[in-house]
C-alpha cells in the first residue's frame, strides 16, 4: 500500500513539477512510511511513499522492466503474483525485485492495456511508456484503491488523494454543489467521475486511462452484471461459490508482515476467519466492544466463536475517551464527505489496532452487498418489485390480463388497500433514515465560497431507480448498495481511515472472481423472502456455528451521545444553515481544511 502521484506533460516536465511531486508525496507519507521514490524523464515525472508489505527489503517503487523502458508506481496488492510470476518467468522475463506490482510490468509488455485482466486484487497504478510516450493509468475493478487526475494546463496529473493533488495544481477550486450535497443526502457520492471539485476527477472502477500526445482517453475494462448465466444445480452453486471464498481467503493471506481478521461476530468476518483457519495459517483475531452495556457488542459471541476454532484472539476496548478529538482527526485523512458516522468508531479502532502490531486487516466487506444481507434493501426490492408488476398490468385490454390482475390483487389486497406495498417507493426511499435531516438542512442552507452563493434548495438530488426486467428489482436495489453505498462510502473509509493509521484494509469477499460468480447466479438461488443470506448461511452450514448465521444483525456505530455532542458543538464555517446534523457538518469541516480555512 502507499501514495502515488504522476504527471504527464505534453512538452516537458517543469522544475517547478519536479519540486512538487516530491511534496505530494510528503503529503501521504503516513500512507507510505516504509520508504518513497522519485523519477523523472523529459514528459513524465511519477513519486511513491511506500507501506511495505510484500518484498520488504527488494520492493522499491518506481519499478522498471528489463531495458528499463516501463516505469510503474502502484498503490494497492496483487494477490495473484505468486501463480503470475511463475508464469511470466517461464515466457522468459526477468524479475528484479519481490514485489507483487512487478507483474504488472511484465504483463503489460506481454498483452499491453489487457494485462489488467489478469490481475487479481486492490490496485491504482500509473505506468509509463517511454516508447510510446505514453501514460497508463488503471483502477482495480471494484474500486478498492481510488486514483484522482485533473488535466491541466499543458498535461495531466495524477494522485491518490484529493486533497494532496488539490493543493499543488488546483490554484482556484471550482466547487460542484450537486456532488458536495450528493453525499451529504445519500451518504455517498452518486457520480463515480466527478468529485465536489470541479477540476478534480476519478478514475471510476473498473476504468484505465491513457495519455498521450493526442489527447486523453478513458477506457472500461471492466463492470458487474447481474444478469444470470449459470445453468447448473443449487449444490453446484453452493460448492463453487464456497470454493471461490476459500480460494480468495488464502491468496488475501499473503504478506510478509503480521495480518489478523477483524471478527465482529458476524457472519462474514466469521466466515473468513474459519476458511482462514482451514489453509492452515496461525490466525489472529481482533474482536471490539465498548465499555458498559451496548447492543452493538459482540465480544462474547466472537470469544467463543475463537475458542472454539482455536484462533489467537485479541480484544479491543473503546472508551469515551478513545473518541475524543476524533472527528477532528479523521476528517484530515478523508478528502470527500462521505458521511457514515461509524467511521468514527472505525477510527478509533483502527488506532489501537495500529498499537497491537499488525499492518495488515481482513474484513467481511462485501457479504451484505452480494448475498442481500440488508433487510432494508431487501423491503426496499420486495416493494418495487410489487409496485412495477402492478404498473405492469394495465391497462386491461385482454382477459387474460384481467384474471391475471385479479390474482395480484387477491394476494396483495392489504398493500394496495392502505395505499403501499411492504415499503411505499417514494423520493425518501434510498438513504430514508437521513431524508428528513437533509430537507431540514437543505431549506436555507447556503454556500458561500470565493463571492459565490450557492443554495442547496435548488438541487434536485432525487435519485430514480432506474430501469430492469420484471423480476430484478432487487438486484436494481442492491447496485445501487453495491455501487454507491459500498464502494463509495464504505471501501472508501476503510483506505482513509485504515492507511491514516498506516494499515492496509483487505476485502476477501470482493474478490472479482467470487464476484462474478455470485452475480451471475439467478435469483431464485440466491435470495430467498425474509431470510437475508440465505444461500451464504447454506453454504457455511458445519464452518460457522448456528448461534452466529442465526444471530440478528448489529452494527458498530459510535454512541449516540458521542453524534450529538460532536454536532452541537461544531460551528460552521462555509455553510450557512438553521439546522445542523452529523452529514452537514462532516461537508463544511472538509471544505474549510481542504480549501485552507482552518
Not at 489487457?114 to 505506468?127: E, P, T
Not at 457472519?267 to 482462514?276: C, E, G, P, R, T
Not at 438461488?525 to 453454504?539: A, H
Not at 458521542?562 to 460552521?572: A, C, G
Amino acid at each position: 500500500m502507499c501514495g502515488i502521484s504522476a504527471i504527464y506533460r505534453y512538452t516537458n516536465i517543469s522544475a517547478e513539477d519536479k519540486r512538487k511531486l516530491p511534496l505530494m508525496s510528503k503529503e501521504m507519507e503516513y500512507r507510505g512510511p516504509d520508504d518513497s521514490g522519485l523519477w523523472f524523464d523529459e514528459q513524465c515525472g511519477m513519486a511513491q511513499t511506500r507501506l511495505s508489505i510484500i518484498g520488504l527489503q527488494k520492493g522499491h517503487q518506481p519499478l522498471f522492466n528489463e531495458d528499463k523502458s516501463l516505469v510503474l508506481i502502484c498503490n494497492g496488492e496483487i494477490y495473484n503474483y505468486i501463480e503470475l510470476k511463475a508464469e511470466l518467468t517461464h515466457k522468459g522475463r526477468k524479475f528484479y525485485s519481490d514485489s507483487d506490482s512487478e507483474t504488472i510490468l511484465h504483463l503489460y509488455e506481454e498483452y499491453g492495456e489487457k494485462c489488467l485482466q489478469y490481475l487479481r486484487g486492490q490496485f491504482a497504478f500509473c505506468l509509463w511508456d517511454s516508447k510510446k510516450k505514453q501514460l497508463f493509468a488503471a483502477r482495480d475493478r471494484i474500486g478498492e484503491k481510488t486514483l484522482y487526475y485533473s488535466e491541466i494546463p499543458g498535461g495531466t496529473v495524477f494522485c491518490t488523494e484529493l486533497k494532496t493533488l488539490l493543493k499543488y495544481y488546483v490554484s482556484t477550486p471550482q466547487i460542484n454543489l450537486y456532488q458536495l450535497a450528493a453525499p451529504i443526502r445519500y451518504t455517498s457520492p452518486l457520480s463515480k467521475k466527478d468529485t465536489f471539485i470541479e477540476q478534480v476527477k476519478r478514475i471510476e472502477p473498473g476504468q484505465y486511462i491513457l495519455v498521450n500526445e493526442t489527447g486523453l482517453y478513458k477506457h472500461k475494462y471492466w463492470k458487474r452484471s447481474t444478469k444470470p448465466t449459470y445453468t447448473g444445480s443449487y449444490e453446484q452453486a453452493k460448492s463453487e461459490t464456497l470454493r471461490l471464498m476459500k480460494e480468495s481467503v488464502d491468496i488475501h493471506l499473503r504478506s510478509d508482515v503480521p495480518i489478523a481478521i477483524m471478527l465482529s461476530g458476524g457472519i462474514d468476518s466469521s466466515a473468513i476467519a474459519a476458511l482462514a483457519k482451514e489453509t492452515g495459517r496461525e490466525v489472529h483475531t481482533i474482536t471490539a466492544g465498548y465499555k458498559g452495556q451496548h447492543d452493538c457488542d459482540e465480544r462474547s459471541v466472537a470469544k467463543q466463536f475463537a475458542k472454539e476454532k482455536g484462533f489467537i484472539y485479541h480484544e479491543v476496548e473503546l472508551g469515551e475517551n478513545d473518541f475524543n478529538n476524533s472527528f477532528e482527526e479523521f476528517t484530515q485523512y478523508i478528502d470527500e464527505p462521505i458521511t457514515d458516522s461509524a467511521a468514527i468508531a472505525q477510527w478509533a479502532l483502527y488506532k489501537k489496532v495500529k498499537s497491537l502490531g499488525f499492518k495488515v486487516l481482513l474484513g467481511g466487506m462485501g457479504g451484505d452487498e452480494l448475498f442481500y444481507g440488508y433487510p432494508y434493501w431487501n423491503k426496499l426490492g420486495e416493494s418495487l418489485s410489487i409496485t412495477r408488476y402492478h404498473q405492469a398490468l394495465f391497462p386491461w385490454n385482454s382477459v387474460k390480463k384481467k384474471k391475471t390482475f385479479l390474482k395480484f390483487l387477491f394476494k396483495n389486497w392489504k398493500y394496495i388497500l392502505h395505499a403501499g406495498y411492504p415499503m411505499k417507493i417514494t423520493d425518501s426511499s434510498i438513504g430514508s433514515w437521513q431524508y428528513d435531516d437533509y430537507v431540514r438542512f437543505s431549506k436555507n442552507a447556503v454556500l458561500e465560497y470565493n463571492s459565490d452563493k450557492f443554495e442547496f434548495s435548488r438541487l434536485n438530488l432525487y435519485k430514480a431507480f432506474g430501469n430492469c426486467e420484471l423480476g430484478k428489482e432487487l438486484d436494481l436495489v442492491y447496485e445501487f448498495s453495491f455501487d454507491n453505498i459500498m464502494t463509495m462510502a464504505y471501501l472508501y473509509l476503510s483506505d482513509r481511515l485504515g492507511m491514516g493509521n498506516s494499515l492496509e484494509i483487505r476485502s476477501p469477499l470482493l474478490d472479482y472472481k467470487l464476484v462474478e460468480f455470485v452475480s451471475g447466479l439467478p435469483t431464485e438461488i440466491k435470495y430467498r423472502k425474509g431470510q437475508p443470506k440465505y444461500f451464504l448461511k447454506e453454504i457455511l452450514q458445519g464452518i460457522v456455528p448456528g448461534y452466529i448465521l442465526d444471530a440478528q444483525k448489529r452494527g458498530f456505530t459510535p454512541p449516540d451521545s458521542f453524534i450529538r455532542d460532536v454536532v452541537e458543538k461544531y460551528k460552521y464555517r462555509f455553510i450557512k444553515a438553521n439546522h445542523k446534523y452529523y452529514n452537514s457538518i462532516l461537508a463544511d469541516r472538509l471544505l474549510t481544511l481542504l480549501l485552507n480555512n482552518d
